[in-house]
């Protein structure tokens, strides 16, 4: 289970204009030169001679279509920590995430904290989350104390036992180019997590630019 969310996507009319530099072809460009900065409503439309030739870039190869690094997306995302794993294997993401280890306390530990569809009605499931419960408790009654060993006791068996399901939240920032590697490379994963993720790209303006599809 994932959510993505403010999803804000800039920088064609520079991308278009950079891959136009390598042509020395810019009197072939047929896309307004003008273009709202909210390029995410789809107010304007690139032009045919251009998303021709993106299209031949990206189909050639990345090194080719380098000009789709240009193409900067922003969006939140809350997933959990067994899918930020895989996602931290491309590199030209960054994220600013919720600290796990500085907000752990902040707020009861509850099931909805936790991606774990396919543990509905699981006894253990339901024990450790109770368990991640009380230790909270626990920490907040040694908080009142202003007991700091015991803080740091209770703070600690909450980080050993946190499951991966544990959902945690992230700004990131990233490009078409890297989007497109991960729709083509996580295509079939068995995390839903994955499909979910490509389903997301799939509504994304021009985005043909990264599956390589034009129907």
Not at 35 to 41: I, L, P, Q
Not at 63 to 76: G, L, N, Q, S, Y
Not at 128 to 146: F, G, P, S, T
């Amino acid at each position: 289970m994932i959510k993505i969310e403010k999803v804000a996507v800039y920088g064609f009319n520079e991308a278009i204009r950079g891959m136009r530099n390598s042509w020395n072809s810019h009197d072939k460009s047929d896309t307004p030169s003008a273009m709202s900065d909210d390029e995410a409503t789809g107010d304007w439309e690139i032009g045919e001679n251009d998303k021709e030739l993106i299209m031949r870039l990206v189909r050639a190869g990345d090194a080719h279509a380098k000009c789709m690094r240009m193409v900067t997306v922003w969006f939140d995302l809350t997933a959990p920590i067994y899918f930020w794993k895989h996602l931290d294997t491309y590199k030209h993401v960054v994220k600013c995430s919720e600290s796990v280890m500085h907000t752990i306390t902040s707020k009861p530990i509850t099931k909805e904290d936790f991606s774990i569809d396919h543990f509905t009605g699981n006894n253990i499931t339901e024990f450790v989350i109770q368990m991640l419960y009380n230790y909270r408790l626990a920490y907040e009654d040694a908080k009142k104390e202003n007991d700091t060993e015991k803080m740091k006791h209770w703070w600690y068996k909450i980080i050993e036992l946190l499951p991966q399901s544990y959902m945690q939240k992230a700004t990131i920032c990233t490009n078409y180019q890297t989007l497109r590697n991960i729709y083509l490379q996580r295509k079939g994963h068995r995390l839903d997590e994955w499909q979910q993720f490509r389903e997301w790209i799939e509504g994304l303006p021009y985005s043909e630019f990264i599956t390589g599809r034009t129907e």
